[in-house]
């Protein structure tokens, strides 16, 4: 009355078995799918940030271009013209090393 038939039993344990091959596959099979579609989405990222990348260097070099066209137009008879005058002889402090507590006035 009580006894289960080991026939019953190796059938359940197939079936679970079965079941857990199953599951790991289909886990297997979605984890790949996520990881393809990741990578191709970091794929897609890289290329759209290697153009801005491009776009700035080139916004970068439109300004340094721009900047040395403009330096060298400013001339000493420009300045003058501008209301601009001459800084006279710099003063500035110097800190000694760390341990010295002075000052130095340089000129």
């Known amino acids: ?8 039993i190796h059938v359940r344990i197939e079936a679970c078995i079965s079941w857990l091959e199953w599951s790991l596959l289909t886990l297997a099979l979605l984890l790949y799918i996520y990881f393809i579609a990741m990578t191709v989405i970091q794929v897609v990222l890289r290329q759209e940030l290697l153009v801005s990348v491009q776009e700035a260097e080139t916004r970068v070099s439109n300004l340094e ?3 040395i066209e403009g330096s060298s137009v400013l001339s000493q008879d420009t300045a003058t013209s501008l209301g601009l005058v001459e800084v006279p002889t710099a003063s500035y402090v110097t800190v000694a090393r760390e341990g010295h507590d002075r000052l130095t006035r340089n000129q």
């Open 1 to 8: 009355m009580g006894t289960v038939s080991f026939k019953n």
């Open 65 to 67: 271009a721009s900047y």
